[in-house]
């Protein structure tokens, strides 16, 4: 008996466990597969060190140290108690370490989002949150949806001379309205026409003591800040122990640079006023809520007294903002993680960031955080203070966790006017004007959108802004879709060219052009559509089609589909469309209008085929 046949003879019951383990080792590899993708804390946690963590912990305490100043003054742009601003600042970093694909990523509260925040969550009641953290939960859920459906592409009709623009707006509109704590001044409006007339109007109520602090603070930050880009030009020359100390030393100080200012402005103005009370009049951060915030699903409703504010209601004052902000913040944490990714060499998963972003969002409004994004300055701090893995996150999480409930007191002695300076010292970086030059040289339509987005986001928001520059954008990519270039080749019969194919913008375009060149200049019993560069046929479009034939049937002119791809075929023909006529090229349509009508002679059937 051969091996083969030996092989034959044997029963199948007893291949069926070989069988089955196999397929349970296929499955379960699947699954290893699965969960590796969905949850990347899987494939780095198994491999961290000890090394790892003596980084990620440096990196930790040094973003922290950023963060927390940052929070408490982002949480006065977005109108709310500062302790909202460090509740934004600890569920993120948690969420992101099991969730996130990038190991320099940090999420949490960043200005422009705060700003996003109070302009579509303006309440009648004073410091209340509700409004904001509805949008924290529903963005973060649409976040989610866009990743698990993979509806990342949406973010690339957001043009670069768009983006630009709103960053830009949203950095000088987020600026100037701090400019009023630096003055002292009260009672500002917050929209930016208003603000900039009235902080001029109330110049001569410049509280002295806050200006002094507030400019003092901003000179610091900028000559601080120095010291973590110190160019010791001396790389290929050895250094000492006591060297490298110190330079570290002055590139921590350097790095918490807004700790630092904090820290010293509230020691100054604690002892001013304890020496001259009576003279002394700093605008203080005032009581801040100690310990940390219940875990609870947001309220959907607003009740305070007789005052009641529906879902519904709530929803509609929102509007638009569902949408903005969540396209808003995943640009903002994309464009900033795909930047360091490139630099520091590894893959960034997009749609898993949607998730990632989306969960920490939908988690974080459980702790009352408002929506929070991707931070441009404390990403290049996790990433000079050379963060491993995501898990520096965690550590900054919990010494957010520490000062919520140890610092919170200390917190109420904060100026305004140096949390102000704190602010401006960040979003001035995000004013780019060497991008006007670039684009004046390149491309100058691109710079005509630009302006165009960064007049309406001052005039009428920056929500409105971004949307006007949206739809300027799109004009010139969609209008040669409406209006696509028909050339109707003047033969016998005549030939009808699509440059840009067939869809619903240039349905009813294609049909009155068809018609208007039938009844003025086409004069034939067969016209050829050449469809090779149609790729997709959409009901609008194959309607309009089916108008056009039955336009033509009564003047006895018959239209041959030509070069019509398999699939749109088989759609024109459960149309059920009659007197549909197809054929596979120009050469063959010919060949059979000439076997059909016989006065079509040789030499004109020649001339045809070389003109086509």
Not at 508 to 527: G, K, V
């Amino acid at each position: 008996m051969t091996e083969q046949e030996s092989l034959q003879l044997i029963p199948a019951a007893n291949l069926a466990p070989e069988g089955n383990r196999l397929q349970h080792l296929f499955k379960k590899e699947k699954i290893k597969l699965y969960l590796k993708k969905k949850f990347p804390i899987v494939q780095w946690f198994p491999n961290y060190s000890w090394q790892f963590f003596q980084c990620d912990f440096i990196a930790g305490m040094t973003v922290a140290m950023t963060v927390i100043p940052q929070g408490l003054a982002y949480a006065r742009i977005a109108d709310l108690p500062p302790q909202f601003g460090l509740y934004s600042s600890f569920m993120s970093p948690f969420v992101y370490c099991i969730f996130g694909t990038s190991k320099d990523i940090t999420l949490g509260p960043t200005a422009i989002m705060s700003l996003m925040t109070t302009s579509f969550c303006s309440s009648s009641i004073k410091n209340d949150s509700t409004c904001a953290l509805i949008l924290a939960f529903v963005a973060g859920f649409i976040q989610l949806m866009m990743g698990l459906f993979h509806l990342g592409f949406l973010i690339s009709f957001i043009s670069g001379p768009v983006l630009s623009a709103f960053t830009t707006a949203a950095a000088v509109t987020i600026g100037f309205s701090q400019v009023k704590h630096i003055f002292g001044l009260k009672k500002i409006p917050k929209d930016f026409i208003h603000c900039v007339y009235f902080t001029f109007a109330k110049l001569d109520e410049t509280n002295v003591w806050d200006f002094i602090l507030g400019i003092s603070c901003i000179i610091s930050l900028y000559f601080i800040k120095k010291f973590r880009s110190i160019d010791w030009d001396d790389e290929d020359e050895p250094i000492t122990f006591s060297q490298k100390v110190a330079r570290k030393f002055l590139w921590l100080f350097g790095t918490a640079a807004n700790a630092v200012v904090v820290i010293v402005a509230v020691s100054i103005t604690f002892a001013i006023i304890n020496i001259y009370p009576d003279k002394a009049d700093f605008t203080l951060t005032g009581d801040i809520q100690s310990g940390l915030p219940p875990f609870r699903l947001p309220n959907f409703t607003i009740k305070q007294g007789n005052f009641t504010q529906t879902t519904g209601e709530i929803f509609s004052d929102i509007g638009v903002g569902f949408f903005i902000i969540p396209l808003i913040g995943i640009i903002e944490t994309m464009a900033i993680g795909k930047s360091f990714a490139r630099k520091n060499c590894y893959k960034l998963d997009a749609t898993q960031e949607f998730v990632a972003m989306g969960t920490a969002n939908i988690l974080g409004s459980f702790v009352s955080a408002y929506p929070v994004a991707g931070s441009f300055s404390r990403t290049a701090i996790n990433a000079q203070s050379s963060v491993k893995t995501p898990a520096g996150g965690v550590v900054t999480g919990f010494v957010v966790l520490v000062a919520l409930i140890v610092l919170a007191p200390v917190f109420k002695y904060i100026p305004t006017a140096a949390l102000a300076a704190i602010i401006i010292s960040a979003v001035i970086q995000m004013v780019d004007l060497q991008i006007i030059r670039k684009m004046w040289n390149m491309q100058k339509t691109d710079l005509f959108i630009y302006f165009i987005t960064l007049i309406s986001s001052f005039a009428l928001g920056i929500e409105y802004g971004i949307l006007i520059g949206i739809g300027i954008s799109l004009f010139p990519l969609l209008y040669p879709l409406s209006r696509p270039n028909i050339q109707i080749q003047q033969s016998s019969p005549p030939v009808i060219n699509l440059e840009l194919g067939l869809q619903f913008p240039a349905a009813d375009y294609f049909e009155d052009t068809i018609i208007d060149m039938l009844n003025t200049t086409i004069r034939a019993h067969y016209l050829i559509l050449d469809c090779q560069k149609i790729f997709s046929l959409d009901y609008t479009a194959i309607k309009s089609i089916e108008k056009i034939i039955a336009y033509l049937e009564p003047h006895n002119i018959y239209l041959i589909l030509v070069g019509l791809k398999t699939k749109e075929k088989n759609k024109l023909l459960e149309a059920n469309i009659p007197a549909l006529q197809f054929s596979s090229s120009i050469e063959s349509a010919i060949q059979q209008i000439s076997e059909e009508n016989p006065r079509i002679d040789s030499e004109e059937q020649a001339e045809l085929i070389i003109n086509n």
